[in-house]
């Protein structure tokens, strides 16, 4: 879900702070990706075909670009998220929901794709906005890409959305700073602000809309001033209200050790093996993709250079590329296409 309404709330108050990006934009940069919103984007749009499928195409189109993804998988949920799976559970006509964090099978493959791709994952402790927003924080990556809002109350500076596969796809990024500078909140009081909007965290205040949630924050700078000055029946707040517990899961740091990233070349025979021999996706398929990723990288690199010697070139060094990162470079998402005639059955 996200937060609800931010979108439209910064788009009308804080204009400024949304930039209009091309995927080259961020050739040579690293981003993390919230990757259970990739999940969910390939199985809805696609049901009948393997979401393998769609991420082995967009990451090839992402290295294309230079872009250096980072995929950051959910862990373990805190407690106050557990209604809110519970809904999207129901929803998605699932049994269960995955409380425990550990990986499923599905997940699993997920892993051993990735590997055969060359380009790092990691588990996060809780959420994966949380640790996705704490690595840019950090500098380790440059931006975080993702459909959810709930990555700039978690303070990641900057935010990309639409980060696809489409060819001339638009992409819009979200400046953190500029939009805290734009409605005059510091970062505590945006997340009060985002509580007020509604979260995953817990429920909202009710009859209270963006814009009047927002007067009421830059008036009284937290919520328990807020619940002061409204009308309490017209804007009666929720029964066991844990408005403090989701402030506290915003602004928490995440544990997490020393990450060291790594990319390397994908392995074309592993990833024929993984699809053709185990899954019965023909190898015409795969081996063309394969080909074409090599010739369309080849054309990027080619063009990056021109503009070097021009330059013009915002790019890192092509052969800084594969190697072991520990510093942030820059942000970096791309897009891929997810159309196929293949059938396929529908894995989670």
Known sequence: MGIKKLADLVRSDAPDAISHK?????????????????????????????????????????????????????????DEKSAVLKKRAESAGWNSTNRTGTASSQTKEWYQLLELLGVPFIKAPGDAEA????????????????????????????????????????????????????????QQEFVDLCILLGCDYCEKINGLGPKKALKLIQQHRTIEKVVLNINGKKNSQPHLWKYREARKIFLHTPETQALELRWTEPDEEGLVSFFCQDRHIKEDRIRHRMKKFREVRQINREAREKEMAAGHSRQTRMEDFFRVTRKREQPVEAADSLSSNRKRPKTK
């Open 131 to 186: 640790l996705c927003a704490h690595l840019v924080k950090e500098e380790k990556v440059y931006a975080v890409a993702s459909e959810d809002m709930d990555t700039l109350p978690f303070g990641g500076k900057i935010l990309i959305r639409q980060l696809n596969a489409k060819k001339n796809s638009e992409v819009i990024e979200y400046s953190l700073p500029k939009l805290l500078t734009k409605l005059g909140l510091s």
């Open 22 to 78: 091309e995927i080259s934009d961020y050739s040579g940069k690293i981003i993390a990706f919230d990757t259970s919103i990739i999940m969910n984007q390939f199985r809805a749009a696609t049901p009948q075909l393997s979401p393998l499928t769609g991420l082995l195409f967009r990451t090839l189109t992402f290295l294309e670009h230079d872009i250096k993804p980072v995929f950051v998988f959910d862990g373990q949920p805190p």
